[in-house]
T-cell receptor
């Protein structure tokens, strides 16, 4: 079993829809939680970063972390065709493992006009 | 451009050959990371450096793989006696070192896509 599980999709939604992306993790030591966006043949780009449980909002993006259920979510409001990409969740245990990111498989999202 | 750069962007090699990739991090970042990403999967951690010191290596990094960061600036990743299973995207990232709970970002380069025939 992988430490971070993510439904690979693919997920296809119409423009303007609210998108919900989710991951679960098994290692209770994880403290830092990130969402990356990766366009085809490009490197991942950091979208959201959260420390411990809680919500964080940045424009159309909201990240939620529930450490009690080991569940990570990313919501995209008013989705746009330019949001079409692979979305990767990532975690970091911090401490002596600080910076060693563990990624989910990635969810392929397509937003069609 | 002050982002992370990687060279080459694409490498095709025959099985058994040696290959070397280069990564130039963002200049003020003293942490540098290497990841490997295969098709349909998320990146997997390989190794990382703080300045010139290699602090951790994944079990994925067999003895055919070696990474260096001789002067704490750019880094190289060498794969000896390549195998078809080495075909993947090799990603480099850099960041500032951790400081308490201060948010940090790992900035990724565009990757080097390796194809072993």
């Amino acid at each position: 079993q992988k430490e971070v599980e993510q439904d690979p999709g693919p997920l296809s939604v119409p423009e303007g829809a609210i998108v919900s992306l989710n991951c679960t993790y098994s290692n209770s030591a994880f403290q830092y939680f990130m969402w990356y966006r990766q366009y085809s043949r490009k490197g991942p780009e950091l979208l959201m970063y959260t420390y411990s449980s809680g919500n964080k909002e940045d424009g159309r993006f909201t990240a939620q972390v529930d450490k009690s259920s080991k569940y990570i979510s990313l919501f995209i409001r008013d989705s746009q065709p330019s949001d079409s990409a692979t979305y990767l969740c990532a975690t970091d245990a911090g401490g002596t493992s600080y910076g060693k990111l563990t990624f989910g498989q990635g969810t392929i999202l397509t937003v069609h006009p | 451009d002050t982002g992370v750069s990687q060279d080459p962007r694409h490498k095709i090699t025959k099985r058994g050959q040696n290959v070397t990739f280069r990564c130039d991090p963002i200049s003020e970042h003293n942490r540098l990371y290497w990841y490997r990403q295969t098709l349909g999967q998320g990146p997997e951690f390989l190794t990382y450096f703080q300045n010139e010191a290699q602090l951790e290596k994944s079990r994925l990094l067999s003895d055919r793989f070696s990474a260096e960061r001789p002067k704490g600036s750019f880094s190289t990743l060498e794969i000896q006696r390549t195998e078809q299973g080495d075909s993947a995207m090799y990603l480099c990232a850099s960041s500032l070192p951790p400081w308490g709970d201060t948010s940090y970002e790992q900035y990724f380069g565009p990757g080097t896509r390796l194809t072993v025939t």
